[in-house]
Structure formats: structure tokens, C-alpha cells
């Protein structure tokens, strides 16, 4: 079974109504292509900002600073289970969705590492 686009459906539902010609449609592809290619060839001309320059701490950020290299240990006062519990039920899925299996493994299959459970 052949499903069309939404935009071709779109396109189609404004031509049947009368709301657009087909030479608007053309010209509105043509001028949105064009503009993509130009963005897309802009790629080359520029370089990236690396974070080690702080280059993301500027304008409005300037009075913060990058944070630190150390690992800190925070007490909040609730046993380590219970905060592992938590975790766990944050990923857990309902029964009745069932995600991609690139999605288990690139996502979920660390972070049920951590919390140490079972999906």
C-alpha cells in the first residue's frame, strides 16, 4: 500500500481547493531547494568554535564559568536503593509500548546498567 507524504497530501488538498496554483507549488519547491543548497554549501566556509576557547561563554554568559574536572558526591539524604529505584522506574516503559531495538541498545541498555535492573 502506497502512502503519500503529508506535504504531498497538503499540496494536493490547497490544489483541489483552489487555494494555490500548480506553478506555486513549483516555484515554492524551486525557492526552498535553493535555499537549502545555499545553506548546505555554507558548511565548508565556516569553523567550528571549539569549547576548550570558551567561545560558549560569551555575551550574556560571560560571568559564568566552565565547570571543573573533579567528581563530586552529593548526600540527599535517601539510601542508595531507593535512588536506584527511582532511576529505574524514570526508564522504564509501559507494557504496552515497545521501543526499537537501536533505541534499547544505544539508550536504555547503559541505563539499566547503571540502575542495575532488568528490562
Not at 507524504?5 to 531547494?33: M, N, R, W
Amino acid at each position: 500500500m502506497f502512502n503519500r507524504s503529508i506535504p504531498d497530501t497538503f499540496k494536493e488538498t490547497l490544489l483541489s481547493k483552489g487555494a494555490i496554483t500548480e506553478s506555486q507549488v513549483t516555484e515554492a519547491i524551486s525557492t526552498h531547494s535553493s535555499y537549502l543548497a545555499e545553506e548546505l554549501n555554507k558548511i565548508g566556509d565556516g569553523k567550528p568554535n571549539a569549547v576548550t576557547n570558551r567561545s560558549h561563554l560569551l555575551d550574556k554568559w560571560s560571568g559564568f564559568k566552565q565547570g571543573g574536572n573533579n567528581v563530586t558526591t552529593w548526600e540527599t539524604g535517601l539510601p542508595i536503593p531507593l535512588l536506584k529505584y527511582i532511576g529505574a522506574q524514570s526508564i522504564k516503559l509501559p507494557e504496552q509500548i515497545h521501543d526499537r531495538p537501536f533505541v534499547s541498545v544505544l539508550f536504555m541498555s547503559p541505563k539499566f546498567t547503571v540502575y542495575q535492573v532488568v528490562s
